[in-house]
């Protein structure tokens, strides 16, 4: 099992297994956020944090709520509304667990900014 966390500790994930690849975006948001994605099942991570802790962000078609912590600011993770019939996944960021736990994984690279296609 894995765990991540935000700065300041008010959010916390444990995970199931670590990721079997990275995802690095350059989309406009990504790319100033400084994430990379592992992407799970919400079945596959267990959020623990109060209900005041976390809020979320959503631009664009709003399709997406990216999870912050309310007291220190860290993107942790993001997951598709639930209104949209689509909250099979969570997309945790990586950034937020101990970088021996992902060191070596593949990172591949998103180009979110245009294609929406992998460059790797």
Not at 3 to 9: D, E, L, Q, W
Not at 14 to 36: F, Q, W
């Amino acid at each position: 099992m894995l765990t991540a966390s935000c700065h300041c500790g008010a959010v916390r994930l444990e995970i199931d297994r670590k990721p079997r690849s990275l995802t690095a975006c350059n989309c406009s948001l990504c790319r100033r956020y400084g994430v990379e994605w592992a992407y799970y099942t919400k079945k596959g991570v267990r959020v623990h944090a109060s209900a005041k802790a976390l809020v979320a962000y959503a631009w664009g078609r709003r399709s997406i709520d990216f999870m912050h912590c309310r007291t220190c600011g860290c993107v942790v993770y993001y997951q598709r509304r639930q209104d949209l019939g689509d909250d099979t996944r969570v997309a945790v960021n990586a950034r937020m667990m101990e970088p021996a736990d992902v060191a070596g994984i593949p990172v591949r690279l998103l180009d979110g900014a245009k294609t929406w296609k992998y460059l790797d």
